[in-house]
Structures are given as C-alpha cells and as structure tokens.
C-alpha cells in the first residue's frame, strides 16, 4: 500500500492587526477638555466663595451693631400727651436706654461695658451674643482653607452661620416676648405689654436683625452648595489640588 501523503504545513498566524488609533487620538482631547472644564470650575468657585466670604466678614461687623446699638425699639414721631405732661422720648436696646434731652445728646443709662443687659432681655442678649460668636468664629475658620479642602472649610461654616441664624431667629421671637418691664414701661408708657409696644415701635437694629436671619440662611446654603460641588464635580486626585488653587490670588 502507498503510504499516505504528508498534511500541508499550518500557516503560521501572522501578527494580529493594529489596534486603532482613535483611542490614541482622542486621548489628549478628552485631557484639554478636563483641565480646561477643571480651570473654568477653580475660577468661578474662586470667585463666588470670595463673594460669600465678603458677605460673611460684612455681617459679622453688622452683628456687632446690632448688639451693642440701643435701637431695638424706640417711642414713635406721633406722642400723645398724657395729663398735661409730654411723654419721654427716646430709644432703647439690650443693654442701653438713651431718652432724648435739651443737650444735642442724648441721656443715655446702661451700655455694654457693663456686660450686663437689662433683666427682661438677658435671654435675648444671649442668643445675640451666641449667634455674634458662631458667625465670628466662622469667618476665622476662613483660614483654614491653607490647611483642609475647600469643602470640609465650606461645611464647617455653613453648620456655624446656621447655628448663628437660628440663635438670632429665637432672639427676635423673645424679644417682643419680654416689652412687659419697668424699662418699657417707662418709654413706652403702661399700656405696654408682651407682642404689644404700646407708643413705642420697633426701630432699625431689631429691623436689621431680622434680615439677619435671612441672610444667614442664604449664606449656610450658598456655602453648602460650594461644599457639594467640590465634592461631585471634581475628580478625587484634584480636589486637594484645588483646595490650594481657591486660596492662591
């Protein structure tokens, strides 16, 4: 029998196929399009949270005025008289009650020096003091941008400007709460009593308390937002990059 014949040889495989090179040439696109996206976000974060560090500083002094003025409420431009006599005129805060006089200024009782407001209002110039303190130690948290990220320092005042706004917020509810004293009684006449200013009306400093609330609450949230873009829309390696840059002029 004739032997069988040899199987033709197996064709070696050749090397396999390029790859594509879309993936190459794309690769330095996408890395442009996020510095550039990663440049645009430190810019406008940079730029709103100087804003919101502008405000913050701004209504930490206003506090300060707020407590320390005697302007909280004050006797109205219409007096009336009463058995003859013209009543007192004159304005009172916290701590200070100023009654108008002959001389140019005022005769003013009390002040803050004393560190001892009047008896009806010592729980509101407590609550004062408590939001004066959360706001003013929340602009001092401000240097800590240098040494955590930006979201942790953003976090950290937005939690303080909200304890700040709802201390002043229980100020401004007991503060009408407590006109039942000898004090408004004598500004004000005897038909005052609590919610009820009798011939006094509130004046600009409780006024400018009350947009404090707001404004507090407008800040803890512009801060939380900040807080939460830093950690979303940025990649984990370049949040502490960025942390840096925020602070860099």
Request: net charge negative; aromatic share 10%; glycine share 6%.
């Amino acid at each position: 029998t004739d032997a069988a014949a040899p199987a033709p040889p197996t064709p070696s495989p050749g090397p396999p196929d390029p790859a594509p090179a879309a993936g190459m040439s794309t690769s330095p696109s996408l890395v442009d399009l996020s510095r550039l996206y990663q440049t645009e976000f430190v810019r406008s974060a940079r730029a709103v949270g100087a804003l919101w560090a502008v405000c913050t500083l701004c209504f930490a002094v206003i506090q300060v005025v707020i407590l320390v003025q005697p302007s909280w409420i004050g006797t109205s431009n219409t007096r009336t008289q009463q058995e003859g006599s013209q009543l007192p005129s004159g304005t009172m805060g916290l701590f200070e009650v100023c009654m108008e006089s002959d001389w140019p200024v005022p005769d003013c009782r009390g002040g803050l020096s004393s560190l001892s407001p009047f008896p009806s209002f010592q729980s509101v110039a407590v609550l004062v003091g408590v939001s004066l303190w959360a706001v003013w130690t929340s602009v001092l948290c401000l240097c800590l941008f240098r040494f955590c990220s930006a979201a942790t320092v953003y976090k950290i005042c937005a939690w303080l400007q909200l304890t700040a706004g709802f201390c002043l917020a229980l100020a401004c509810l007991l503060f009408p709460d407590s006109w039942e004293s000898p004090e408004m009684r004598t500004l004000c006449g005897n038909s005052v009593s609590s919610f009820s200013p009798g011939n006094c009306s509130v004046h600009w400093a409780y006024i400018l308390a009350l947009l404090g609330v707001l404004d507090y609450a407008i800040l803890a949230t512009l801060a939380f937002v900040l807080a939460n873009r830093q950690d979303a829309l940025l990649p984990p390696d370049s949040q502490e990059v960025t942390a840096g840059l925020l602070m860099m002029a």
